[in-house]
């Protein structure tokens, strides 16, 4: 089922990085993960890691997600209880290539009225663009960015960056102006904006505040991307 | 104007702590407390806040506040943009005892369809039972409070805790179902309920996400609070 991990990355991103990262992530981790029920053959998961020929995220892709979730809120102060840290979602919008293209989550509250979250990337990891359309009488989705921890570049319809700092991975993007987040800075999307967002070199911890989140109606550009 | 300070401290509520804290941490912030344009008379802090003589939080007693507050986010790994720094509330609820009852915030965002903040106590410092009413065609502000640091107890409407682990300050509160939290854990108050909360002997910092804030319409229990 594996094939040659090398041959199949279509960029580098850091994932070497990424990998020693989430060797050591596991090693000091050792007893939450020993509860993670999953083959773990010699160098399997940095093989999963550098390999982007799957459907699905599988738990192993899955569980070292959610400890580098765990890692990265820690740095940032953000204590979570253990029912959260089971519960954090790995988002890979149907295109198997998470690190890349995907999103880490944490669910706070999510209401009929408001929703708050932590959003978690990788470095260089990339939300693809997206819309939050009118539901239910609303006018669909809300958001305030509020940026916690590293560097997250946010890009919105406008007038394109002239230098953006950040080149949108392969698939279909149409919005360029770049709205740079810092730890203390935020951003509000309205309803039906198209938005996409990317993580800088050490990754990036945002918390999200909006109104009803519904991401099962999440309006993606590309055809190919879903949430799932 | 200033009485004398002993006599009018109703109850010590680590106020000769406090006092101490807030020095050092006058001290650390020189800088920014330079920017602070009020008297400025050897030991005139130290007297102001074991005073409860005065109508409203002076100046001297905000900018105070406001540099607990700093360092409480900060430990909390928390970051300010130098603008959120300086619009810090300080709400005294009317009462001139600030470090007895009273509450700081951050107010993050405020739209017309979420709200999120962050409140920060002084240690075992309350903020007075009151509800949230309706207004506007809503059902009125529901919100949930997340602690992040310390230990916050909440005090709702329901069976009244045997053994509540705080008492309130002078003033009028009717609502005893006791809600301990501590870093990570949260609890969702409906529209409408009466609730109270302290910190503990630490202080704490806690996230609020909420509908819609109308801090104005706050309907407190005791007649002598108000929301200024």
Redesign the interface.
Same mark, same amino acid.
């Given at each position: 089922m594996l094939r040659d991990p090398v041959a199949l990355v279509p960029e580098p991103l850091g994932v070497a990085h990424e990998v020693d990262r989430i060797t050591e992530c596991l090693r000091r981790r050792a007893a939450l993960d020993d509860r993670c029920q999953v083959e773990n053959r010699d160098g399997q998961h940095t093989a999963n890691i550098a390999t982007y020929s799957r459907e699905v995220v599988d738990e192993r892709e899955r569980r070292e997600a959610q400890l580098y979730v765990v890692d990265k809120l820690a740095d940032? !102060?953000?204590?979570? +209880?253990p029912e959260?840290r089971e519960g954090i979602e790995v988002v890979d919008f149907g295109l198997s290539r998470l690190v890349e293209t995907g999103l880490q989550l944490v669910v706070?509250?999510n209401?009929d009225?408001?929703?708050?979250k932590e959003l978690v990337l990788r470095p260089g990891q990339t939300c693809p663009e997206h819309r939050h359309p009118p539901f239910e009488g609303t006018p669909g989705k809300?958001e305030?960015f509020?940026c916690?921890?590293g560097i997250v570049y946010l890009y919105v319809e406008g007038e394109p960056s002239r230098e953006p700092a950040c080149r949108p991975p392969p698939g279909t993007y149409t919005v360029g102006r770049e709205i740079e987040l810092r730890? !203390?800075?935020?951003h +509000?999307i309205p309803p039906g904006t198209l938005h996409w967002f990317q993580a800088g070199p050490e990754g990036a911890v945002v918390?999200e505040?909006?109104?009803t989140s519904r991401d099962e109606l999440d309006e993606f550009t590309d055809g190919n991307v879903r949430r799932t």
């Open positions: 940032a !102060g953000i204590v979570l +209880t959260e706070y509250v209401t009225r408001y929703c708050a809300e305030t509020r916690r921890s730890p !203390g800075m935020q +509000t918390s505040f909006s109104s």
